[in-house]
Each structure stands twice: as C-alpha cells, then as structure tokens.
C-alpha cells in the first residue's frame, strides 16, 4: 500500500505541475513556448491574417505571433492588465528590435474573453536579408505572478521577385517601397497613384575620386503590350561632371515614380540600372510589378 500511495501521490504533484507550468514546442516553425502560471491554448504565426508554419520570411514581410486565449491572469472587476515585452537578436548578439511593453497604452486593462494577445515583427532595416534572428516575447501580469514566453528563430530572404544582375559591383539590399504606405513593398504590387521608390542600399565598386562618384541611372518600363511607360536614360545626368558624394551614394541610392490612371496592360515590366561613368562597373535590376487599383 505505501508504494501505491507514494506512486498516485507522484502522480498528483506531477499533474499540478503542468498545470502552473508548460513547454511546448511546434517542429515544423520551430516555436518554443513555456509558460508559469498562465497558459494558451494556441500559438501560432500568421502572415495576411492566414496561419503559416514557415521561418523563412522575404524582407519587407510582417508576421504575427499569435497568443490565442490565454488564461491565468488575475482579474480587477473583470479586467486583465497583460504586460508583453518584444526583443529581436541577431545571429551575432546585437538587438535590432525591442519594446519593452507592446501594452503599456492599456492602462485601465483588457476586458476581452477569450484573450487574444498579438505581436507584429517586420523584417526590414535594421534587419537584413541572409539574416538569422531569434524572436524572444515575453508576457507577464500585472496584477499577479503568472509569466508566459515564446522563442522563435527565423531567416530573412531578398526578394526574389528582384532579379538582380552585377559587373564589379556589390550591395546590401535591393527593394521596393511604397512613400504612401511608408512599407517595403514585398509582394510587387502596386496602385495607381502610389510613389513606388527602388532603393538601393549599400553599393560599392563605383570609382572613387576624391570622395565623389559618377554613377548613371536609368528607369524603364513596359506594360504587357510593350508599350512605353517609363522612360529615363539618365536620372543623373546633372550630376554628370559634379558626381555624388562616396558617402551618401553608399549609403542609398533610389529612383521613384508615379502611375496614374485607372486601367493597365499588367504587369509593368520595370528595368533600373546604375553604372559608373568612370569605370565598367553596373547593376541592372529586372522585376515584373502588377498594378492594382
């Protein structure tokens, strides 16, 4: 009998345990998550309100971590006060993404049953392509003790929508962006109307002298018929014989434009090139953009 006794005794103190505490861990994303003294019934990521079990995101690209009805925090006439702290570590150490508390605005608490709690990572600067990150979110409450965690590690990826072609030439990232939306365009979809940047970060291989460079940059653009959308043989042409300073060019170079309208042969086949005038260094971008109302 005392070895019965002491065995559903086991039993009971290891069933308690994994009530206050948990550790669960998804193979396929590779989403840890552990919890003391609260509990979720669900984890997951979502890309465009859709689940996806993927690590791999392109740059420009939000995912969200999803803490789907979490209980456990202790209530003040009926309201909950989450605490939810945000960090993003390179491969090397350094934090390129933090925030101390993603609820810090809901002073007065949460009245929502079942609790849904969200955090929002976009994968752009200081982020960048070819990068591996470990995602760390931390919630806590207020009013109590309970704490619940999640780890995920992730890879970031260019675009590879972009196809880029370089003589003498290397860079750090190449992408799209929207001045309207003040997002990294990463699915290649555009509207009428929107000032679309192709930015160029990083270039090096441009002959240097005295601390200026000659580069050239041309836009091109058809639509599905081959008709002629953009035109520009060279955006720097008054820059022909004065040059760019080395640093500003390093640091980014873009061109930008605007289509209006309301009806287009889609996609626009769009061409940026930018070469130096004083050497054979170039680089040419190719990408297809579709253009939506």
Same mark, same amino acid.
């Given at each position: 009998?005392?070895?019965?006794?002491?065995?559903?005794?086991?039993?009971?103190?290891l069933?308690?345990?994994?009530?206050?505490?948990?550790?669960?861990?998804?193979?396929?994303?590779g989403?840890?998550?552990?919890?003391?003294?609260?509990?979720?019934?669900? &984890?997951?990521?979502?890309?465009?309100?859709?689940?996806?079990?993927?690590?791999?995101?392109?740059?420009?690209?939000?995912?969200?971590?999803?803490?789907?009805?979490?209980?456990?925090?202790?209530?003040?006439?009926?309201?909950l006060?989450?605490?939810?702290?945000?960090d993003?570590?390179?491969?090397?150490?350094?934090?390129? !993404?933090?925030?101390?508390?993603?609820?810090?605005?809901?002073?007065?608490?949460?009245?929502?049953s079942?609790?849904? !709690?969200?955090?929002? &990572?976009?994968?752009?600067?200081?982020m960048?392509?070819?990068?591996?990150?470990?995602?760390?979110?931390?919630?806590w409450?207020?009013?109590?003790?309970?704490?619940?965690?999640?780890?995920?590690?992730?890879?970031?990826?260019?675009?590879?929508?972009?196809?880029?072609?370089?003589?003498?030439? %290397?860079?750090?990232?190449?992408?799209?962006?929207?001045?309207?939306?003040e997002?990294?365009?990463?699915d $290649?979809?555009?509207?009428?109307?929107?000032?679309?940047?192709?930015?160029?970060?990083?270039?090096?291989?441009?002959?240097e002298?005295?601390?200026?460079?000659?580069?050239? %940059?041309? !836009?091109?653009?058809?639509? $599905?018929?081959?008709?002629?959308?953009l035109?520009?043989?060279?955006l720097?042409?008054?820059?022909?014989?004065?040059?760019?300073?080395?640093?500003?060019? $390093?640091?980014?170079?873009?061109?930008?434009?605007?289509?209006?309208?309301?009806?287009?042969?889609?996609?626009?086949?769009?061409? &940026?090139?930018?070469?130096?005038?004083?050497?054979?260094?170039?680089?040419?971008?190719?990408t297809?953009?579709?253009v939506?109302?």
């Amino acid at each position: 009998m005392r070895t019965v006794f002491a065995s559903l005794l086991f039993l009971l103190t290891l069933s308690g345990c994994q009530f206050s505490k948990s550790v669960k861990k998804d193979l396929v994303s590779g989403l840890l998550t552990t919890g003391d003294g609260l509990s979720c019934e669900t &984890v997951f990521l979502s890309v465009n309100d859709e689940k996806t079990e993927r690590n791999t995101f392109v740059y420009g690209e939000e995912f969200i971590v999803n803490f789907s009805n979490i209980e456990g925090f202790e209530k003040t006439n009926d309201y909950l006060f989450p605490g939810m702290q945000l960090d993003v570590i390179s491969k090397t150490g350094d934090t390129v !993404l933090y925030s101390k508390d993603l609820y810090s605005d809901y002073i007065n608490g949460l009245k929502i049953s079942p609790l849904l !709690l969200t955090s929002s &990572v976009t994968v752009a600067s200081p982020m960048k392509s070819k990068g591996e990150y470990l995602l760390h979110v931390n919630i806590w409450d207020k009013k109590g003790k309970g704490k619940f965690s999640a780890k995920f590690n992730f890879n970031v990826i260019s675009n590879d929508k972009i196809i880029v072609e370089a003589v003498n030439v %290397l860079y750090d990232e190449i992408y799209l962006f929207s001045k309207e939306r003040e997002t990294v365009i990463h699915d $290649n979809k555009i509207k009428f109307n929107e000032n679309a940047y192709v930015i160029f970060e990083g270039l090096k291989g441009f002959k240097e002298e005295n601390g200026i460079v000659f580069p050239g %940059l041309s !836009l091109k653009g058809t639509d $599905n018929t081959g008709a002629s959308i953009l035109d520009f043989n060279d955006l720097f042409s008054d820059y022909t014989n004065s040059g760019l300073a080395l640093t500003d060019f $390093n640091k980014r170079v873009s061109s930008h434009f605007i289509l209006s309208g309301s009806e287009f042969k889609n996609p626009l086949h769009c061409e &940026v090139t930018i070469w130096d005038k004083k050497s054979d260094a170039r680089i040419k971008i190719r990408t297809d953009l579709i253009v939506e109302p």
